[in-house]
């Protein structure tokens, strides 16, 4: 996303006294006039980038210029930084000293406890978008939020939860909160949070003790196998769950419903064989025959 490429240009400009369009676009794997239409963008938001010519040219930032707090709020800085700490295992010494650099911009980071309130990835939908800022506003708060919650078996319920944390993991968001409703530790996925409303109540973090129950325990457990043409998507939709055997790519995944399962194993086509459960499989040959007859009243799929 443009966004995520933008910024990520500023901070190899932080950490590096000249670089040239060549080398972002390697790194960014764009072209050089994409590099020079962001370079503009980044110059129209208020941080100054010098343009050089020649054999040694290429971008810099300004003398004497210096990230300050009216560029990024603290939320922003939180942002920035969990994303290093995610990286830091890849990155090594680099993402440890950007986020050193951040730190010492905003102490808030390492004084306010924000560092350990979100887990960050740049992959999410717009819903998700929506729940997660103001999640994270009713966090960094201590205000207890209301919203309308579908478990995976497709139970509705109202819930007034007092948050405590957001998590990224394979692929999804999830909010850790203490449930006022089961007085009880909660996880829940934030794809299905509806109706979010930040309430006026404040809450002090509870000690709990004992290990939290996770509204995720159910839904449909399936075992996939899928072509190698499918390998690109399949390897970005269900990440850390591939096995390679060579001649085919094994998936073992937990779809939140049956009716989900079988319009995502449909839109592989003949791509993807269901092993496991049996249900499945009888259920994904149903809505085959439901659409075989719709295409066969069409007039054998011509639409007259």
Request: aromatic fraction near 10%; charged fraction near 25%; proline fraction near 3%.
């Amino acid at each position: 996303m443009k966004l995520d490429r933008m910024l990520g240009i500023t901070m190899e400009l932080l950490t590096r006294r000249r670089v040239t369009a060549t080398e972002l676009a390697a790194r960014f794997e764009v072209s050089n006039r994409t590099i020079y239409r962001d370079v503009d963008l980044i110059n129209q938001a208020g941080i100054p980038v010098a343009s050089f010519t020649g054999t040694d040219g290429g971008f810099e930032l300004m003398n004497g210029f210096f990230l300050t707090k009216q560029h990024f709020s603290v939320d922003d800085f939180s942002v920035i930084y969990n994303l290093l700490k995610g990286m830091e295992g890849a990155m090594g010494g680099q993402s440890v000293l950007l986020m050193q650099k951040l730190s010492s911009l905003q102490p808030a980071l390492l004084n306010g406890g924000y560092h350990d309130k979100i887990i960050f990835d740049m992959s999410t939908s717009e819903h998700e978008k929506e729940i997660v800022h103001p999640l994270l506003h009713a966090i960094n708060r201590n205000r207890v939020v209301a919203f309308s919650y579908t478990s995976a078996t497709g139970t509705l319920s109202q819930r007034k939860v007092e948050p405590i944390k957001l998590y990224w993991e394979r692929g999804a968001w999830y909010l850790e909160g203490y449930c006022l409703s089961h007085q009880a530790k909660r996880f829940f996925r934030v794809s299905r949070i509806n109706k979010l409303e930040v309430l006026d109540d404040h809450f002090q973090l509870r000690e709990i003790y004992s290990p939290p129950v996770e509204e995720e325990t159910q839904g449909v457990h399936a075992h996939l196998r899928f072509d190698l043409t499918a390998q690109p998507r399949v390897f970005e939709q269900f990440q850390g769950a591939c096995t390679d055997h060579g001649d085919y790519i094994d998936v073992h995944t937990v779809f939140y419903s049956q009716e989900y399962a079988i319009s995502i194993i449909l839109s592989y086509g003949s791509k993807v064989t269901i092993i496991s459960p049996d249900e499945l499989k009888h259920d994904l040959l149903e809505k085959i025959k439901e659409i075989q007859k719709l295409y066969t009243q069409m007039g054998g799929g011509i639409i007259k």
